[in-house]
């Protein structure tokens, strides 16, 4: 257990570190300033050119709003189409057919607002082809379309206006090209690497150990698995979605796949602080989503590790083996170290980027920090374990020793800027001075 504690220990402490810096960039990407992703502008210009969009006509409400009614009304008849003739169309090795018009309906509708229900199942219901062209597509229309929607009423409330929002067509461009693509492409090559099938190959007859045959699905797994979860939708490559072993192979994957489905809903908070210049009414509203996610969390641990009332009842141990415990102690021993180190870089941006703390003096953030720092180091060390568990003595010799190395370094630091302050104090009055003169 101590395997998946660490696991969700780096799920979290990755959580909050980058929430900030991508909500930063999402604010730079919706007011149109320099990023680093500004190579993609000739495609965005393509896009309009296409399109025939004239990017620098502004909307008002209601001309946003039906701009968005519109490229969902458009896409839910192209997954329509697609859908009930997916027969005829290529990419569709194992040879499934459409899906009838009430499925079709169901499907299409479910996906383009988001709920993205399945009355079927990934594998044997759907073709390549329609997995990629009309799931994995709507996917990015549907959480490109929540962001564009968010950019304008973020721009409104900067504004104090709403006759001019901004333009939905940039703001829904902007979302896929420079968001929702980039950190798909990063989690889609990473789940690779980790073992999720990304092929156009039809399914695998195996034999088993037993002697039987199993057929295996697979497919373009890894391009459909990281904008469900990017873009907060349902509805995966599988029939079982992540409980799948292909479409979540391993621990890091389903560390990685939970990250993803919960980074964009938490930097849109800061990206909303940013554009409107109310940073602080973010910070509190993360606050409050960060504490009902964590006491979800804690609680779901809690219940977790005291294993299945039902399962007790059959007999059945739900104690790791030794050899087993140790064999994922092994495997996963890296972890813990990954959290730590996570888990000290998100508070040092807590303590030291100045959103929060902005008018603490120097020497009490190193305190703070410190103070922060111990229970994190602490956990990991438990879910390491990198010292006996059974053993107070060690346990209280490294408190000691981390909380002597805080002091020293805090007291360094204080009479380091008591000295710095000194000699700005001085050549502050000579100023003064000089000017008064």
């Known amino acids: 257990m101590n395997t998946e504690i660490s696991g969700v220990i780096l ?5 909050v570190a980058l929430c900030y810096p991508l909500g930063r960039y999402i604010a730079k990407v919706y007011r149109g300033e320099r990023t680093w992703l500004d190579f993609m502008a000739p495609v965005e210009r393509g896009i309009y ?31 329509m189409l697609l859908l009930v003739f997916q027969g005829w169309l290529p990419l569709n090795p194992d040879g499934n057919p459409g899906q009838s018009p ?39 229309v549907t959480a490109a379309c929540g962001m564009a929607a968010m950019a304008g009423m ?42 999720t099938p990304m092929s156009f190959d039809g399914k695998q007859t195996l034999t088993t150990l037993e002697g039987a045959e ?24 599988f029939g079982t ?28 908070v800061f990206a909303f602080g940013f554009y409107t210049r109310r940073r602080r009414l973010a910070t509190w509203i993360f606050g409050v989503m960060l504490l009902a996610y964590t006491a979800g969390v804690v609680l779901s641990v809690w219940q977790e590790t005291g294993g299945s009332r039902q399962i007790d009842g059959m007999g059945i141990s739900q104690e790791l083996d030794d050899s087993l415990a140790k064999y994922v102690g092994q495997e996963y021993a890296d972890l813990p170290v990954f959290g730590a180190a996570f888990g000290m870089a998100a508070l ?25 720092g111990l ?29 002597f190395i805080l002091a020293g370094v805090t007291a360094g630091y204080t009479v380091y800027f008591k000295k710095t302050a000194g000699g700005y104090d001085q050549a502050l009055a000579r100023y003064r001075e000089k000017n008064r003169r």
């Open 375 to 403: 229970p994190v180091l602490a956990l990991c060390a438990w879910a390491g374990p990198w010292f006996p568990l059974d053993d107070p003595g060690v346990w209280a010799a490294f408190a000691i020793v981390y909380l």
């Open 49 to 79: 050119r296409f399109c025939g969009i004239d990017p620098a006509v502004e909307m008002n409400w209601k001309q946003f709003l039906k701009a968005l009614l519109t490229v969902n009304l458009f896409w839910f008849f192209w997954g």
């Open 348 to 372: 040092q941006a807590l303590w030291f980027t100045g959103a929060v703390f902005r008018k603490l003096a120097y020497p009490a953030r190193i305190a703070g920090f410190g103070a922060c």
């Open 154 to 195: 973020m721009k409104a409330l900067a504004g104090k206006t709403t006759k001019t929002i901004g333009n939905f067509w940039v703001f829904l461009t902007r979302s896929v090209t420079r968001i929702l693509l980039p950190l798909s492409l990063a989690v889609g090559i990473l789940l690779v690497i980790n073992g």
């Open 241 to 268: 979605n992540s409980a799948h072993p292909l479409e979540n192979p391993n621990a890091f994957t389903n560390i990685l796949e939970c990250w993803s489905i919960l980074i964009l809903p938490m930097a849109m």
């Open 214 to 237: 199993q057929v295996i699905s697979q497919g373009p797994t890894a391009a459909i698995v990281p904008i469900k979860q990017l873009g907060t939708n349902g509805g995966g490559y």
């Open 11 to 15: 799920q979290w402490t990755l959580l």
């Open 102 to 140: 009430d499925l079709a309906f169901n499907t299409c509708i479910s996906f383009m607002v988001n709920c993205n229900l399945q009355h079927y199942s990934g594998e044997t219901g759907l073709s390549y082809f329609t997995q990629l062209f009309v799931i994995m597509l709507f996917q990015f």
